[in-house]
């Protein structure tokens, strides 16, 4: 399996342009998280899904952000407008909870910029 | 509301030497521990996983270890190398579902 694949790896954008990432989990898995990574506040939990539905976005920041999961092998994080303080590494994560395992995978994240 | 951290945020030692990280959890009731490594501009690998109901894990020169009583967790990096240079994440599942991280240790072997 080729992990957990996020795209694009980098984003530069204007501030007020919308930004749509984007997350491919790894095959098999049942749930889906995406964190947000900054200096001030390290790793944080915006948004996860199990089997495709949204079970808690207590950590999405405000409602320009949005998530979807439309099917088990394809996730969107999306922020609109975008601002300056959006500019952060996101992270998406996978992980079969069926499995009694709960390991995590991650992606290599996207770097958002937004001047 | 589960808590996480992590002593120290940075740690520095020469090449060779055998050290332990700290990661410290405020509630007790977990479901496993986590321990990361994230290295400059990179994503998040898994180094070890430790279920509530065991002691200690290991992988190659590491050791992971869990007293859920005491809400403590450390991880050993025997013989440390220049390459184990990285920043290392503990991470705690408290729901089953979703993982707190500790704000990490930065570590740096000097060769």
């Known amino acids: 399996d080729a992990g957990v694949i996020q795209s694009p790896r980098h984003e530069v954008t204007e501030m007020g342009q919308e930004v749509t990432l984007r997350c491919k989990p790894i095959s098999g898995h049942n749930s889906l998280f995406w964190y947000r990574q900054t200096m001030m506040r390290g790793l944080e939990l915006l948004i996860y899904f199990n089997n495709n539905v949204p079970i808690d976005d207590s950590g999405m920041p405000e409602d320009r952000f949005s998530a979807k999961m439309p099917n088990a092998s394809f996730s969107t994080l999306k922020i609109q407008p975008s601002e300056p303080r959006d500019s952060a590494v996101y992270f998406c994560?996978?992980?079969?909870?069926?499995?009694?395992?709960?390991?995590?995978?991650f992606g290599s994240g996207t770097r958002l910029t937004v001047v | 509301k589960q808590e996480v951290t992590q002593i120290p945020a940075a740690l520095s030692v020469p090449e060779g030497e055998n050290l332990v990280l700290n990661c410290s959890f405020t509630?007790?009731?977990?479901?496993?521990l986590q321990w990361f490594r994230q290295d400059p501009g990179k994503g998040l690998t898994s180094l070890l996983l430790i279920q509530s109901s065991q002691r200690e894990q290991t992988s190659g020169r590491l050791n992971a270890s869990l007293d859920k009583s005491s809400g403590r967790s450390t991880l050993y990096i025997a013989a440390s190398q220049p390459g184990d240079s990285a920043t290392y994440l503990c991470a705690v599942d408290s729901s089953a579902s979703k993982i707190i991280f500790g704000s990490g240790t930065r570590l740096s072997i000097r060769p």
């Open positions: 994560a996978s992980s079969d909870l069926s499995l009694g395992d709960y390991g995590y995978t």
């Open positions: 509630d007790s009731a977990i479901y496993n």
